[in-house]
């Protein structure tokens, strides 16, 4: 049985990525090009989902419950002529904890907690973040969210929650799942044996 196609769209802009803060859980509002991004998205969404065969109704949505997450999708279904409160949340999409790091930059970190940087770049997938968690933790979670799916999906999440699809598709290896971009006001098209990017 082939796997559910997903559409995913991570979060638009914040001040804290503007600012390179590391966000995790923390409940950061979109900035202006982050409302921008996100209802770009909507046409785009949409023509995506009609060229593979329904209409965008049709289709299961689903988000992160973070504000930023949420309002993205409601800015994108907006944008595409639904409803914008017609979609669910699932926990299991949040973003991955920087516990005890959410709201440093890095180059502040690099002050406070040097030695604990220098372990996780050593192992960034499975270390362990002080009071967090790590890369493997989050992908559990999202396996298991993934793993559950009945159809084909529109997603609003988080660019390690696309990490970890990354990585349990075996799109890449989880080295290499952890670092690189991934982008905001785009779509990224996972149909179970590749990734598409569209802008």
């Not at 065969?53 to 595409?80: C, F, I, K, N, W």
């Not at 270390?127 to 559950?148: D, K």
């Not at 799942?177 to 590749?194: E, L, N, P, R, W």
């Amino acid at each position: 049985m082939p796997r559910p196609i997903l559409y995913f769209v991570r979060h638009g802009e914040t001040d804290w990525n503007r600012e390179r803060r590391l966000q995790g859980q923390h409940d950061i509002p979109l900035n202006a090009l982050g409302r921008s991004q996100a209802s770009r998205c909507g046409p785009l969404m949409r023509d995506l989902l009609e060229r593979n065969g329904g209409s965008a109704a049709q289709y299961d949505y689903v988000s992160s419950p973070l504000g930023r997450a949420r309002e993205t999708m409601e800015l994108m279904r907006t944008a595409m002529g639904l409803d914008a409160g017609s979609y669910r949340t699932d926990a299991r999409l949040m973003e991955m904890s920087f516990g005890r790091w959410e709201g440093f930059t890095y180059a502040e970190l690099q002050a406070r907690e040097a030695p604990a940087l220098a372990a996780r770049e050593l192992d960034k997938w499975g270390f362990v973040l002080p009071g967090g968690e790590s890369y493997a933790q989050l992908q559990v979670r999202v396996r298991a969210w993934y793993e559950g799916l009945q159809r084909d999906c529109v997603v609003a999440a988080h660019g390690g929650v696309c990490r970890a699809l990354i990585a349990h598709l075996d799109l890449a290896q989880p080295d290499a799942a952890s670092t690189g971009d991934i982008g905001q006001g785009c779509v990224y098209v996972f149909d179970g044996t590749g990734m598409a990017r569209h802008e």
